[in-house]
C-alpha cells in the first residue's frame, strides 16, 4: 500500500517538474530515457517553451528549469555539472555556472530559530545582530553579528521548513533512480542509485550544522601552521543543528584581481598558496573543501587564503588516492599505458577488457588535451572526458571522484581567474611528485608491509580465541558440523574481516574438526 501512494505521490511531482522543464524548453535529459518518448512528445505539445527561453543554450535552459524548482533542484544541476558522461560537455559546463542563491527569509525568523536553538534571549548571546542577511542559498542564510564578549562573528542560520522539502524531493530523487536501474540497464554502470545516495548524503550534513562546524574544525587542524592557508575559528558555544556561529573573516574575495594587486598581493603567490592548499587537501590529508568557488575564498591582507562555508566536504580514501595521483601523473607525462594500468588494478575497468584497447582510448582522451599550452590545460575536462569513453570497456561510475571533480571545475576557474597564463596543475605537479616519493616509494612499501604485518600480528590472540570457541562449540554434545553451520561459521569470519580469508578458515575448521575425532 504504502509503494503505491509512493509511486503515486512521486508521478504527480514528476508530472509538476516535467512540465516546469517543458516551460523552459529542457526536456531534453529525459530523452535519455527510451519509454518516454510518448510522453516528452505530449508535453512539448501541450506546453510551449517561455520566450526568454530562445536563444539559449539547451544547459542554460536547463539551469533555469532547475533554479525555478528550488533547493534540491539546484543541488541536483550541481551535482550534474560533474556528468559530462550523461549529458554533454557544454551543459555539464553551463550547470556549473548554477548559483545556489535564494531570496532570504525575514530576520526576525533567524532571531526566533537563533534563541530556540541556543536556549538564550538573543540579547544574551549578542551584542548587535544585523537583520539583514550577508549571504543566502538554498539550505541556510548568514547573518554578521558581534557576540556579548565583542567578538566580530557570522552566524549561519537554517532555513525554516528546509528538511521537510529535501525529504520530498530527494524520495522522489531515490525512486527515479531506482526505476532507472531496474528498467534501463544501459545506465547501471552509472549508478544513478549511488549517485543520489551521495547527494542525499552530502545534503544531510549540510543540514545540521553541528557537522559543519566539525568539519570546519577538522579542516582548521590539517592546516594548523599552515601560514598561507586560513579557516575561521568555530564559536562551539554559539552552535547547534541549525545555528553555526564562525569568526567573521574579511579580505579581498580570491576572483578580485584587480583588487589584489590594490592591496599589494602577488597573483602569482595566492595561486601558488591555492594550488597548494588544494593539493595537500586532496593527496596528504584525503578530506577537501569540495565547494571552491570564489565567494567562499578570500585573501586578508597578510597574504593568507582564508576559507568559508563547509557545508560541502569530501573524502578519498588512499586506495584512491594513490590511483589519482599515478593518472595524473601518467596523463601529464604522457604514459597512457600507465594511465590504463591503474585503471585495471585498482579494478574501475573489469579484467576481461583489452588493456590495448583502453590505452588506445586513453590516449584518445589525453592528446587532444595535453598537447595544449600548459596554461589551457585542464583536468577538469580531461576527467569529463574519460567518463565519457568508459562506457564501452564497463567502467563503473565512481562516486568518490564525481565531487573531486566537480572541485576541479572550481579551482581551474578560480586559477585562471588570477592568472589566464598559468595552470595550478603545473605549479602542483612537484609537490605530487614528491607525495608519490614519500607514500609510493621503496621505504613507504616497506613501512606499509611492516604495518600490516604488525595489524596481523595483533589480531592473533583473537584467532586463536575463535579457534577455542570453535572447538568449545563442536566437542560439545558431539561432533556435528552440518554444511550449514560451516558456512555460518565462513560468513561471521569474513564479517569479522580476519585476514586469512574465508578458504583458510575452511581449512582450519577441518584440521580442528579432525583433530577432535582423532582424539575422541
Given at each position: 500500500m504504502f509503494s503505491v501512494v509512493r509511486a503515486g505521490r512521486n508521478v504527480a511531482r514528476l508530472t509538476q517538474i516535467a512540465f516546469t522543464l517543458a516551460a523552459h524548453?529542457?526536456?531534453?535529459?529525459?530523452?535519455?530515457?527510451?519509454?518516454?518518448?510518448?510522453?516528452?512528445?505530449?508535453?512539448?505539445?501541450l506546453r510551449k517553451p517561455h520566450a526568454d527561453a530562445a536563444g539559449r543554450r539547451p544547459g542554460q535552459r536547463l539551469a533555469a528549469a532547475l533554479q525555478s524548482l528550488g533547493p534540491s533542484f539546484i543541488k541536483l544541476g550541481q551535482a550534474l555539472s560533474t556528468r559530462a558522461d550523461?549529458?554533454?560537455?557544454?551543459?555539464?559546463?553551463?550547470?556549473?555556472?548554477?548559483?545556489?542563491?535564494?531570496?532570504?527569509?525575514?530576520?526576525?525568523?533567524?532571531?526566533?530559530?537563533?534563541?530556540?536553538?541556543?536556549?538564550?534571549?538573543?540579547?544574551?548571546?549578542?551584542l548587535s545582530f544585523d537583520d539583514e542577511a550577508i549571504a543566502a542559498a538554498s539550505i541556510a542564510q548568514v547573518h554578521f553579528a558581534r557576540t556579548v564578549e565583542g567578538e566580530e562573528v557570522a552566524v549561519k542560520v537554517l532555513r525554516p521548513g528546509i528538511e521537510l522539502a529535501f525529504a520530498r524531493d530527494l524520495d522522489l530523487f531515490f525512486w527515479l533512480a531506482d526505476l532507472a536501474e531496474r528498467t534501463q540497464p544501459g545506465l547501471r554502470r552509472l549508478k544513478p542509485v549511488e549517485v543520489v545516495r551521495t547527494l542525499a548524503e552530502t545534503v544531510r550534513f549540510e543540514m545540521d550544522l553541528?557537522?559543519?562546524?566539525?568539519?570546519?574544525?577538522?579542516?582548521?587542524?590539517n592546516f594548523a601552521g599552515d601560514e598561507g592557508f586560513?579557516?575561521?575559528?568555530?564559536?562551539?558555544?554559539?552552535?547547534?543543528?541549525?545555528?553555526?556561529?564562525?569568526?567573521?573573516?574579511?579580505g579581498v574575495r580570491i576572483d578580485d584581481r584587480d583588487g589584489l594587486i590594490a592591496g599589494g598581493h602577488d597573483v602569482g603567490d595566492i595561486l601558488a598558496k591555492a594550488a597548494s592548499a588544494f593539493f595537500n587537501q586532496v593527496f596528504r590529508d584525503g578530506f577537501f573543501h569540495a565547494d571552491m568557488h570564489p565567494g567562499n575564498l578570500f585573501v586578508e591582507a597578510s597574504g593568507a587564503i582564508v576559507v568559508v562555508d563547509f557545508g560541502i566536504m569530501g573524502r578519498l580514501d588512499r586506495k584512491t588516492r594513490y590511483f589519482?595521483?599515478?593518472?595524473?601523473?601518467?596523463?601529464?607525462?604522457g604514459d597512457y599505458r600507465r594511465v590504463a594500468e591503474v585503471h585495471f588494478a585498482a579494478g574501475y575497468v573489469p579484467a576481461r577488457q583489452s588493456i590495448d584497447n583502453f590505452t588506445q582510448a586513453v590516449r584518445s582522451v589525453g592528446e587532444p588535451i595535453l598537447g595544449r599550452?600548459?596554461?589551457?590545460?585542464?583536468?577538469?575536462?580531461?576527467?569529463?572526458?574519460?567518463?565519457?569513453?568508459?562506457?564501452q570497456f564497463e567502467m563503473e561510475t565512481q562516486p568518490q571522484l564525481l565531487l573531486l571533480q566537480k572541485t576541479m571545475v572550481l579551482a581551474e576557474g578560480m586559477g585562471r581567474q588570477l592568472d589566464p597564463d598559468t595552470n595550478m596543475w603545473t605549479l602542483a605537479r612537484p609537490l605530487i611528485e614528491e607525495w608519490m616519493r614519500?607514500?609510493?616509494?621503496?621505504?613507504a612499501v616497506l613501512a606499509d608491509t611492516i604495518a600490516g604485518i604488525a595489524r596481523t600480528v595483533g589480531r592473533l590472540p583473537g584467532l586463536i580465541e575463535d579457534l577455542e570457541r570453535l572447538a568449545r562449540d563442536t566437542t560439545s554434545g558431539g561432533l556435528r558440523l552440518h554444511v550449514d553451520t560451516l558456512d555460518d561459521y565462513v560468513e561471521r569470519f569474513e564479517r569479522a574481516g580476519h585476514p586469512l580469508g574465508a578458504a583458510l578458515w575452511i581449512a582450519a575448521i577441518a584440521l580442528v574438526a579432525i583433530a577432535i575425532a582423532l582424539w575422541r
Open positions: 524548453d529542457a526536456l531534453f535529459p529525459l530523452d535519455l530515457v527510451p519509454a518516454a518518448a510518448p510522453a516528452l512528445r505530449l508535453l512539448r505539445l550523461l549529458l554533454s560537455e557544454e551543459v555539464a559546463a553551463d550547470l556549473s555556472t548554477l548559483q545556489d542563491r535564494l531570496p532570504p527569509f525575514p530576520g526576525a525568523e533567524a532571531r526566533q530559530i537563533i534563541e530556540t536553538e541556543l536556549g538564550r534571549p538573543i540579547d544574551r548571546l549578542f553541528r557537522f559543519e562546524a566539525a568539519a570546519a574544525s577538522e579542516l582548521a587542524e586560513r579557516v575561521p575559528r568555530v564559536d562551539w558555544t554559539r552552535t547547534s543543528l541549525r545555528v553555526l556561529t564562525l569568526e567573521r573573516v574579511g589519482l595521483a599515478d593518472m595524473l601523473l601518467g596523463f601529464l607525462s599550452a600548459l596554461h589551457e590545460i585542464s583536468v577538469a575536462r580531461l576527467l569529463a572526458q574519460l567518463f565519457r569513453v568508459t562506457e614519500a607514500n609510493r616509494g621503496p621505504e
